[in-house]
């Protein structure tokens, strides 16, 4: 039996993304953003079993003709069927086998990945990597996301762990504490936390630091700060562009290491800082111009994502088929 519709479910802190797709040529025919009414288990189940009743109903869907994909933070261990670790913003997730227990409460068959590495898929085939043969992805936001596709499929390693780019680390004994637990991962200098610290780190080492960039600094609001420190860098104010700097600069440390391990042919960059790219591409391809090793970085292409509104969701629905592919080979 083929499959005709795929559903795509993407789990953010507190929100889902859901979307609905014809198989035939990935059309989406239904989305909805829904906030849940607290964060945990069975807000989930209920918001997602009500999406789907909704959908069943509109387009006469039976119950043969669909699967789903559902991406949602922290290390998705295939092996053990379970969010094994690295949730800190979704921590009601670890332990829980949450595609079993959404598949016992839809009666559909539901595949479950890292929301990042799912992402990762869905720009490899429908995004920006869809010419490229090796697709790295980044994403930036609170944590930052990754994923790597060889061949369009996702890298995954023994236990669900690999493409988790976001934790390479610089420094593992003196670098800035991470949210996973260890120290001087990219993640503490990238993320929307560790690109705050950085400018109060750049404005008390200067002699004359600008108001903006002190007001801006101590606003608490770390999302505008990462949306307009590039703004006032880009106002030539000194801090705001020693932050920029060093932002670029551990990102090409990052991608440094991803060059070495994984050869990728591009690096989509996704996330709330993608929009301010053009400001550290440059500073990025300095640092890996260091590299001895021309090969790795003379034609590698870095660019910003294609898919940043759908690309969780998109990239469940279409691990979700490659994954039922697999299971009736
Ligand atoms: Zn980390």
């Not at 800190?88 to 227990?101: H, I, K």
């Not at 500073?283 to 969780?312: A, F, P």
């Amino acid at each position: 039996m083929s499959i005709k519709y795929v559903y795509g479910f993407d789990l953010g802190g507190t929100f889902l993304k859901l979307r609905f797709y014809l198989v035939d040529g990935m059309k989406e025919l239904f989305s909805k953003k829904v906030s849940l009414d607290e964060a945990n288990k069975n807000c989930f189940i209920r918001a997602i079993a009500g999406f789907v009743e909704e959908i069943k109903k509109e387009f006469k869907v039976k119950k043969e003709e669909a699967i789903a994909g559902l991406g949602a933070p922290g290390i998705y261990a295939p092996r053990s069927g379970v969010v094994i670790d690295n949730a800190p913003n979704c921590p009601w997730v670890v332990g829980e086998p949450l595609a079993q227990d959404l598949s016992n409460e839809l009666d559909l068959r539901v595949y479950h990945g890292n929301d990042a590495k799912l992402f990762a898929l869905a720009e490899a085939l429908m995004g920006a990597g869809k010419l490229y043969k090796v697709v790295a992805f980044l994403g930036l936001g609170t944590g930052v996301g990754g994923g790597i596709v060889k061949n369009g499929q996702l890298d995954l390693g023994a236990w669900g762990y690999a493409g988790e780019l976001g934790h390479i680390s610089f420094d593992v004994f003196n670098g800035r504490p991470c949210a996973c637990g260890n120290k001087g991962c990219l993640e503490a200098y990238a993320g929307t936390d560790g690109i705050c610290k950085t400018l109060e780190t750049e404005i008390s080492s200067l002699r004359a630091p600008s108001k903006e960039a002190k007001e801006l600094a101590g606003c608490g609001d770390s999302r505008r700060i990462v949306k307009e420190v590039f703004t006032l860098a880009r106002d030539d104010d000194q801090a705001a562009k020693n932050a920029v700097l060093s932002l670029g600069a551990h990102l090409g440390m990052g991608i440094q290491n991803i060059l070495i391990t994984h050869n990728p042919d591009i690096i989509v960059i996704g996330g709330s800082i993608s929009n301010d790219l053009d400001m550290i591409t440059d500073d990025i391809k300095h640092y890996l111009k260091n590299m001895d090793q021309k090969c790795l970085w003379e034609n590698l292409v870095i660019t910003k994502s294609h898919r940043s509104d759908d690309g969780g969701a998109l990239g469940a629905a279409l691990y979700a088929l490659q994954k039922y592919e697999e299971s009736v080979k």
